[in-house]
């Protein structure tokens, strides 16, 4: 149905998109903190990170949502459901996020370290110059996978009353009783984000190739 | 001046240096060698504190380190000294995701805080000096082992360090290309830079060195000028790890 697309379009632009947006860049920084605490932090830090991912991984999102929704005002915590969304998908993407940092992170060869050391660089020096550039690149693939997840798992937003996507097409079933028009048009939407994102990371890892170099590498 | 005084260093229950006492003058090639497993590369990464000794004292210039078990040299000052340092490593360690010039270029911009401008003609006069300035642009993988390791050599020089420290410079390069850098390194030494080289080349520590420290189970078995030390071994050790 034609004059259902408009309201579609407005949902994934107004939520499903700046919700996805949000708590990826977001996520990702929760999941670089988190790794490097894992991985050079002092032990408490260390054990508390395991522990965060440990949750995270091991229990459902949509319960996640429910707690942060719904449970948090019983302790006087009241959230908007956008908000609670937000902070429900950052949580959840700094826990997947980080384990993909951490490997990436200690696939950098030692000697990279030292050779970033030898000229006099600090860690962060080396960190910020040496490693996360060459990390950056290892790392697109799986990161863009978790990207490509969340944007689906947005929809789970819906059962917290999030205006998004899935919610608008729940809304317009409601009133036009036509699910499988609907429903095909919901999932059309969802396919057009996540080929805009897969393009996106074909060309992106195309230019961080870059210097990969043609030529035979002789010994 | 660079001293070493009663270096021990262990990985867990391996005694690796046990008291190394070490002078490197001046304008001089100092070789480390030795057998595999005698810790002439351990002996050179403590240099610059790739490695921190359990114990000793490491002089460079105005930075004088003293290592034991029960203080803690500050991380600062351990830059400081390592500062004075640059290295070539025997897996050259360009970095991959920067171009020959932008490797040159790194230390001089990230941790001196010159302008790009500056650091890139810097870097490109190293280049030169190494043969390289045509592949200035080039990425390290398109290069070959010999002349990656010439701009390793460039990078390393590229702060002005007080020794240059070489960690089996040649020993991941077939001969051919083993003799570019050489040549790039005797022509260093013809021009009086401080180097300090671990190798278990014989022939590339006699064209090179003006003394030479025979390493054997974390101890120093013999020390001598090359001449003197190639002509007329004393060591036992030495003799054998010669003629054999």
Redesign the interface.
């Known amino acids: 149905m034609v004059d259902s697309l408009p309201s579609l379009f407005w949902a994934c632009l107004q939520f499903t998109v700046p919700l996805t947006l949000l708590s990826f860049f977001l996520g990702l920084a929760v999941g670089f903190l988190a790794a490097v605490a894992r991985l050079f932090g002092p032990r408490p830090l260390s054990i508390f990170v395991r522990f965060y991912v440990w949750l995270i991984r091991g229990t459902p999102l949509l319960v996640q949502l429910f707690l942060i929704f719904y449970g948090l005002p019983s302790v006087g915590i009241v959230l908007d459901a956008f908000t609670a969304a937000l902070i429900g998908f950052t949580l959840n993407v700094g826990a997947y996020s980080s384990e993909i940092v951490r490997a990436v992170l200690l696939a950098i060869p030692r ?2 370290w ?9 860690w962060r ?1 080396a960190m910020r ?2 490693v996360v ?2 990390a950056i ?1 290892i790392a697109v693939p799986p990161l863009s996978n978790t990207f490509i997840s969340l944007v689906k798992d947005t929809s789970l937003a819906a059962a917290i009353t999030v205006p998004e996507l899935f919610r608008a097409g729940q809304r317009i079933v409601a009133t036009t009783y036509e699910p499988l028009i609907i429903y095909i048009e919901v999932a059309i939407f969802y396919l057009a984000v996540s080929s805009v994102l897969s393009a996106l990371q074909t060309r992106l890892e195309h230019r961080l190739s ?6 035979e ?3 | 001046m660079i001293a070493v005084e009663g270096v021990h260093k262990s990985f867990g229950t391996n005694h690796v240096l046990k008291g190394i006492g070490l002078q490197v003058p001046e304008g001089g090639v100092t070789a480390l060698i030795g057998p595999s497993g005698s810790g002439k590369s351990t002996l050179l990464r403590c240099v610059n504190l790739l490695e921190v000794p359990e114990a000793g004292r490491i002089r460079i210039g105005d930075s004088d380190l003293h290592f034991s078990t029960t203080t803690k040299v500050s991380a600062r000052a351990m830059l400081g000294l390592r500062r004075k340092t640059g290295m070539v490593f025997q897996s050259f360690q360009l970095f991959p995701h920067r171009t020959a010039v932008e490797n040159v270029m790194e230390g001089l911009v990230t941790v001196q805080g010159w302008t790009s401008d500056r650091a890139r003609d810097r870097a490109v006069e190293l280049l030169d000096k190494v043969g390289m300035s045509a592949k200035a642009d080039a990425w390290p993988s398109t290069l070959s082992g010999g002349q990656q390791q010439r701009v390793a050599i460039a990078r390393a020089l590229a702060q002005s360090p007080d020794v240059l420290l070489c960690d089996e410079p040649t020993s991941a390069l077939d001969p051919q290309l083993a003799s570019e850098v050489v040549d790039v390194l005797l022509q260093l030494a013809r021009d009086g830079t401080t180097m300090v080289m671990a190798t278990h080349d014989l022939r590339l520590a006699a064209a090179i060195a003006t003394n030479v420290v025979f390493l054997d189970s974390g101890e120093i078995a013999e020390a001598a000028p090359s001449e003197q030390f190639f002509s007329d071994p004393q060591d036992p050790r030495t003799r054998r790890f010669i003629y054999r």
């Open positions: 000697g990279q030292e050779a970033a050391y030898s000229i006099g660089m600090t020096q110059r040496t550039p060459q690149r870059r210097h990969d170099g043609h030529a590498v002789a010994r």
